[in-house]
């Protein structure tokens, strides 16, 4: 019986490594939106953070400059962002749109020296924690700081955005713009830092991805999880919390799927890899149903380009 | 504590328009100044200019004899100068205190207290833990009023504050401004209604064309007088001939009809019964959220119900959508004229074409026959004044009396038997007022029929041949107009009754 409970928990402690990156880039995004601009270059972002890392990790052997770079760089790709919707005012969809693009085609310029360069081992906390507590070891312990503070995040958003004056007015700029202007808040200064933070956030997403959970580098090893992150924002209708619960329903039946089509079951394999997107849409309509709390949460002025009259 | 707020020489030019040439003006605190003028007069801008949202090309403003930058809103309220918008500046998803803590400096807790002593100072009940949104339109000016109290302004500047008023809200709002007034606080009241200069203000500043063109004490002022000032010649007053259509055909009729809503923000109608005969005008009075727009929808169409309900030149269309309804000869006139009857983002031609009948061959296999449409439009644009030749310009440029009567006009051009209008002269200056009114007169002479559900008395009183009270959904019996006084109405409106 024991061996099974530590079996679940691996699979737990597994299913937590695999939505990190999109619990970091939804709740980047997740703070983006909430000021009002919508980021479509989510998977961009988190490729750039991808390969920056790696690529940095390679040159400088320090893991702490490769995540810290990854962040600059995802910070960096997001200002272009910021500057050409913010200051050029050019539309939000079509601008994050070429961010992914531009990050996809970037990354397999500058990754193209990096591929089949073997990753260093990122340091796990609490490893012997992990090995001599059964279940539960393997569901708190031996995992990287990056976890941690993954899952910490969404509770910290959470307080940011409910409890401190900063969170109230980014709320405010995303909810009215135009009113947060007449009240004296710089729009444009508090937009710039919710897409600046937004983009360190996708950065740190991707190098999680090629410094721990699969350490190397591979084209396009995004593979899709800015489109899940951005997905789950919508449907976590803006609130932390339910992003932190998608993540985990969506990598959940990611590594339960993957195990049903080890084990073999007469499942056709195109409905299972099916099954985490499915899952985490019904999941996440069922709890956001209430009409109220919808309207009170979306930033009603989401994707609106905003000017001030001169 | 005298505040004394002056304009010297303010010019503001936009593009193609002098917004503002030259404006001086003079306040003192211990009145109430009315600054009166139609829409595009200037009064805008010169307010936006004092909170400032906009910076003037020239002039200066001077608080207390010393002159002061306005270079942001910030600046305004470092010099203690509150502004309420006609538009609210409100975050509709934040709470009533997280909108009045966003830009205050104090503590929470002092906030609320401080909060809580404006609202019993001024007795005005708002929860403050609920979200704006909940908060009917009166509701949310208090707060935007409270929001400016809290920073003890020294000069507070109302932009139009009861166009999303109702009458008794407006009455509680005249109540604090003399409260506020009596305080110590400067008001600069902006308008375009003349009876309220009347009743709120000690000297009204009438503007044209950007210019201040005179100012005066109210109380050597009358509604005439201001009217003429404000428009710059002389508007004659229209006056209709009351008919008694006894013998005439009946054109529509409503009988026994209900309707229950599922969302709890609509109001339910009760057993309507009514009938409309030819060339008459049927006014609908009642204050605003009595059941109004229901009763507009189920007339336009919006709202479908029983069939046999609603008869119509003898056929049954209560099934009948909008569409189906026009082409009957119905046509309809919302209360939103932004966001109902036209798309602001559409040019003229465009909003035209939207009110397509079968033959008016708009459409031609699918495809949209620009021609036709652009020389409709253009018949409308000179028929019904619309003071532009442009089809090509998009809506949201005109003026709201000029889309006004783009609309009006859309409606009338296929010489529909019936128009229903909402609030056809809501927020609109007095010459449009004017003309819609004389377009509906006409109507009626023409033999054509009318429903007009307004809340504006005097103009129900002015262009109904009878009229009708709707209260909580339900109507009171229908009366000659000419039996009818504003004081009755009042009571009928009030949900009271009368012999």
């Not at chain 2, 306005?70 to 100068?81: F, H």
């Not at chain 2, 644009?381 to 310009?393: A, I, Q």
Request: hydrophobic share 45%; with cysteine; glycine share 8%.
């Amino acid at each position: 019986m024991s061996f099974d409970l530590n079996f679940i928990g691996i699979l737990i402690g597994a299913i937590m490594a695999s939505s990190v990156p999109l619990i970091l880039a939804a709740s980047g995004e997740l703070i983006t939106e909430r000021s009002g601009v919508l980021n479509l270059g989510v998977e961009g972002m988190m490729i750039i953070g991808a390969i920056s890392g790696f690529a940095l990790m390679v040159v400088t052997d320090n893991l702490f400059f490769a995540v810290i770079g990854s962040m600059f760089s995802g910070l960096i790709i997001s200002l272009i962002f910021g500057f050409l919707t913010q200051t050029l005012l050019t539309n939000h969809v079509a601008t994050g749109l070429a961010l992914t693009i531009f990050g996809i085609g970037m990354s397999a310029m500058i990754g193209k020296n990096f591929v089949g360069i073997p990753g260093k081992e990122f340091p796990l906390l609490f490893v012997n924690l992990k090995e001599s507590i059964p279940f539960l070891g393997p569901i708190f312990f031996g995992h990287s700081i990056i976890l941690y503070f993954a899952f910490g995040l969404p509770f910290l958003t959470n307080y940011f955005l409910k409890k401190t004056k900063t969170g109230l007015v980014v709320r405010a700029v995303g909810d009215s713009p135009a009113s947060a202007s007449n009240q004296g808040i710089n729009v444009s200064l508090v937009r710039y830092s919710c897409i600046l933070y937004g983009g360190s956030m996708c950065g740190l997403a991707g190098a999680y991805l090629s410094l721990i959970y699969t350490p190397q580098w591979i084209e396009n090893m995004t593979g899709g999880r800015g489109w899940i992150a951005l997905a789950l924002v919508v449907f976590a209708t803006w609130s932390p919390i339910k992003v932190l619960i998608g993540a985990l329903i969506f990598g959940g039946i990611t590594i339960l799927q993957l195990h049903m089509q080890a084990v073999g079951l007469r499942i056709p394999v195109q409905l299972l890899s099916a099954l985490p997107y499915i899952m985490t849409i019904v999941v996440l309509v069922v709890i956001s149903r209430d009409s109220r709390k919808i309207k009170l949460n979306t930033p009603t002025s989401l994707g609106q380009i905003f000017y001030k009259e001169k | 504590m005298n505040t004394k707020l002056k304009v010297s020489e303010i010019s503001k030019i936009y593009p193609g328009c002098i917004a503002n040439d030259k404006v001086s003006l003079e306040f003192g605190s211990g009145k109430i100044y009315a600054l009166l003028g139609e829409n595009g007069a200037g009064k805008s801008t010169l307010v936006k200019i004092l909170s400032g949202v906009v910076k003037p090309d020239e002039g200066e403003v001077f608080l207390n004899d010393e002159s002061i930058k306005l270079n942001s809103p910030q600046d305004a309220k470092k010099n203690n100068i509150g502004m309420v918008f006609q538009h609210f500046n409100l975050f509709e998803t934040l709470s009533v205190f997280e909108n009045l803590s966003i830009d205050s400096d104090k503590k929470d807790e002092d906030l609320r207290v401080l909060v809580n002593d404006i609202l019993n100072k001024y007795n005005f009940k708002i929860d403050l833990d609920i979200p704006v949104l909940n908060l009917s339109a009166g509701q949310k000016q208090k707060v935007e009023i409270i929001r400016c109290l809290i920073r003890n302004p020294k000069v507070l500047i109302m932009d139009e504050p009861t166009s999303v008023l109702t009458e008794q809200e407006t009455d509680d709002l005249f109540i604090s401004l003399k409260q506020f007034s009596k305080d110590g606080i400067l008001i600069i009241y902006i308008t375009h209604k003349l009876k309220e200069v009347l009743s709120l203000c000690d000297e009204v500043a009438v503007m044209r064309k950007g210019k201040v063109v005179s100012v005066s004490n109210t109380i050597d002022e009358k509604i005439e007088s201001l009217a003429n000032k404000m428009v710059g010649e002389n508007l004659n007053t229209i006056k209709k001939k009351i008919k008694n259509s006894k013998d005439s055909e009946e054109i529509l009729k409503i009988s026994n009809l209900n309707f229950k809503s599922e969302d709890p923000y609509e109001t339910n109608l009760n057993n309507l019964n009514l009938s409309l005969k030819k060339g008459e005008c049927l006014g609908i009075a009642g204050i605003s959220g009595n059941g109004q727009n229901e009763l507009f929808q189920i007339l336009s169409g919006e709202i479908i119900t029983e069939g046999t309900s609603i008869m119509f030149r003898n056929k049954e269309i209560g099934k009948l959508n909008p569409r189906e309804r026009r082409e009957f000869l119905m046509a309809f006139s919302p209360e939103d004229r932004i966001s109902q009857a036209a798309v602001p983002e559409l040019k003229i031609y465009e909003n035209v074409a939207l009110n397509n009948f079968k033959s008016s061959n708009f459409f031609e296999k699918g495809l949209v026959n620009e021609k036709k449409i652009k020389e409709h439009s253009k018949k409308i644009l000179t028929n019904f004044s619309v003071n532009t030749d442009n089809v090509e310009l998009k809506s949201q440029f005109l003026s709201g009396g000029n889309l006004q009567k783009l609309i009006i006009g859309r409606e009338l051009i296929t010489s529909p038997e019936l128009l229903v209008c909402f609030n056809p002269t809501w927020g609109l200056d007095v010459g449009a007022i004017n003309y819609i009114h004389e377009t509906l007169i006409q109507i009626n002479e023409q033999g054509k029929s009318s429903i007009l559900i307004s809340t504006d008395n005097d103009e129900l009183l002015k262009l109904s041949d009878r009229i009708c009270v709707i209260y909580k959904g339900k109507l009171s019996k229908i009366m000659n107009a000419d039996t009818v006084t504003a004081e009755k109405l009042g009571i009928l409106m009030g949900g009271g009754s009368i012999d």
